[in-house]
């Protein structure tokens, strides 16, 4: 059970567009749609804000959307805000009642 | 709201075992189609799911610590604990509680997700 492939950072500035990938295999991402994804300021607990890779947390901005391909799930985040400024971590079911994290990715609001 | 609130030792020693406890409130542990569950990080470094458990006390462990761990429930107080024996340094972490949403529908699972975090404590291992 490997962690999922996230890219260490990405970053856009105000107002754009930006996408974090999250790449895992056959046995856990492109198996199941059981995609979620979690948003993490500094010193603080992780917030849920997709879950089974396309549905919104009642409470969380319709500016963050999500997707899969294959092996690969997404998180868009539109008109990007300064308060978007957090590490994200994909997470998957992985079979055998077990759950894997990806290695999480900084986002800088330029 | 629901609330999670982790407790424990800030500090154990190698080779020991490492317990904690998260109480809930404002919420029941006896729900059906939730989980409770252990997720740590590393100072710096990403999430690590430790395991789960069903009020009913089926668990579920991460493969890598399965040997080690150890997750109970207590619905009469409305906890649920973690223990990890013959800990070394690197499970120096922030060890955080979660409500793990699990549903499963003649034998699919159909949701597994965490949608409410406690506020996570941290656990040095160092003599």
């Known amino acids: 059970q490997s962690a999922l492939t996230q890219p260490a950072s990405v970053s856009g500035s105000p107002g754009q567009s930006i996408t974090i990938s999250c790449t895992g295999t056959s046995s856990d991402v492109g198996s199941y749609n059981l995609v979620s994804w979690y948003q993490q300021h500094p010193g603080k607990a992780p917030k849920l804000m997709i879950y089974e890779v396309i549905k919104r947390p009642s409470g969380v901005s319709n500016r963050f959307s999500g997707s899969k391909s294959g092996n690969t799930a997404s998180l868009t985040i539109s008109g990007l805000q300064a308060e978007d400024e957090a590490d994200y971590y994909c997470?998957?079911?992985?079979?055998?009642?077990?759950?894997?994290f990806g290695g999480g990715t900084k986002l800088t609001v330029l | 709201q629901l609330q999670l609130q982790e407790s424990g030792p800030g500090l154990v020693k190698p080779s020991e075992t490492l317990s904690l406890t998260c109480t809930v409130s404002?919420?029941?542990?006896?729900?059906?189609?939730?989980?409770w569950g252990w997720i740590r990080q590393p100072p710096g470094k990403g999430l690590e799911w430790i395991g789960s458990i069903y009020y009913r006390g089926s668990t579920h462990y991460n493969p890598s610590l399965k040997s080690r761990v150890t997750i109970s429930v207590d619905t009469s107080k409305n906890q649920f604990s973690l223990k990890l024996s013959s800990v070394t340094a690197a499970d120096t972490a922030v060890y955080y509680c979660a409500r793990h949403v699990g549903r499963i529908t003649m034998t699919v699972v159909v949701s597994w997700y965490f949608d409410l975090w406690g506020r996570g404590t941290l656990v040095t291992v160092s003599s």
């Open positions: 997470c998957s079911y992985a079979g055998s009642s077990t759950l894997v």
């Open positions: 404002a919420g029941s542990v006896s729900r059906s189609s939730y989980y």
